[in-house]
């Protein structure tokens, strides 16, 4: 694991002092599951932040948190702590931060000045700066051999994907708004549930070793693995251990036609070849253990597959960084 840098420097004169700070190095994805690093430093200092992506140059997701505090002069006391900066007030690396004094950015591997920008008028001002990144969850996919008859392999969607850029904000109501306690009150508590937030997680899918089913699952009659008309054979589909995803031409039987299947809770995963993008992040909300919710035609765990389904609540959200 990677540690800290950090020196002593001086503030430039401020009116009447001048003072010692630090000019830290915070550091995040030292390792997958590296936690913050809290370093407190004065705004007229660089904060760099050291990303050591397991990914190399790819673009991974860093979760930046700022709180700001301005200092008021009073005379006989110096400067003393005057409030709390709002933080849309507040920008890092060009992007502003959500109501939460957060912001989730994508970041290559290297070092990154994320030095807070303020748009507001204090004479003097501190950060508190922590980065932590975005929960991955990793996948490997295969397909059925019927899907590459006469033509290419079957569509993908996507080798990654991530939530922080599609999930909706519902005016971003803070997570400290007494409002969303569980207790304060029934309308409150389906607040909660209902509120959209922004999630920091991304889900990663990489070819099997076996990247078409092996046999058994290579049938297409009795049973047929790639038309699935029962359950149950779904269901043996979906617990082999060949790969994580097994992507088919379609499922249905009785009166329900799914465009995808996942293990609850688990890693395995059946999706159609025609499926829509939110499907697999919908099978990996099973994976993380959530169930379906109806509440809003437009939440990623709503039963109904649609493309634009990206509402994620609190709880979801929680579910999928763990």
């Known amino acids: 694991m990677m540690g800290g840098i950090y020196r002593d420097e001086i503030i430039p004169v401020f009116s009447h002092q001048r003072k010692p700070v630090t000019c830290g ?4 994805n030292a390792t997958i599951d590296t936690g913050a690093e809290l370093k407190k430093t004065r705004a007229d200092t660089r ?3 050291r990303h050591a992506s397991a990914y190399g140059s790819e673009k991974r997701g860093v979760r930046i948190a700022v709180t700001a505090y301005y200092y008021d002069w009073v005379t006989g006391s110096g400067w003393v702590p005057a409030g709390i900066i709002p933080p849309d007030q507040i920008t890092v690396l060009d992007q502003r931060l959500d109501c939460n004094g957060q912001v989730i950015l994508k970041l290559g591997s290297g070092d990154f000045e994320v030095t807070p920008k303020v748009s507001g008028s204090y004479q003097f001002y501190e950060f508190v700066v922590t980065a932590t990144p975005a929960r991955d969850h990793h996948r490997t996919w295969s397909y059925h051999p019927y899907l590459k ?3 290419n392999p079957p569509f993908k969607h996507f080798d990654r994907f991530n939530l922080f850029y599609v999930t ?5 109501i803070c997570d400290s708004d007494p409002r969303l306690a569980p207790n304060f009150g029934l309308f409150e508590s389906t607040l909660f549930e209902s509120d959209s937030v922004p999630v920091a997680a991304e889900l990663f899918v990489y070819d099997a070793p076996k990247i078409v089913f092996p046999k058994p ?3 297409i009659s009795n049973p047929d693995y790639c038309n699935i008309k029962d359950r149950k054979h779904a269901e043996s589909l979906l617990a082999a251990s060949f790969s994580d995803v097994k992507m088919v031409q379609g499922m249905k039987w009785g009166d329900v036609r799914p465009t995808g299947l996942g293990d609850w809770p688990g890693k395995n995963i059946i999706v159609i070849e025609s499926c829509f ?3 697999w992040m919908h099978e990996l909300g099973h994976n993380v253990g959530l169930d379906h919710r109806d509440s809003s035609a437009n939440n990623l765990m709503n039963s109904v597959a649609s493309p634009t389904k990206w509402k994620v609540n609190r709880t979801e959200r929680n579910a999928f960084e763990k």
Not at 25 to 28: C, D, R
Request: charged share 25%.
């Open 25 to 28: 190095w915070i550091k995040a």
């Open 47 to 49: 904060i760099m932040l």
């Open 149 to 151: 008859v006469g033509r």
């Open 168 to 172: 909706e904000n519902d005016g971003c």
């Open 217 to 219: 699952f290579d049938s």
């Open 277 to 279: 993008q939110t499907t």
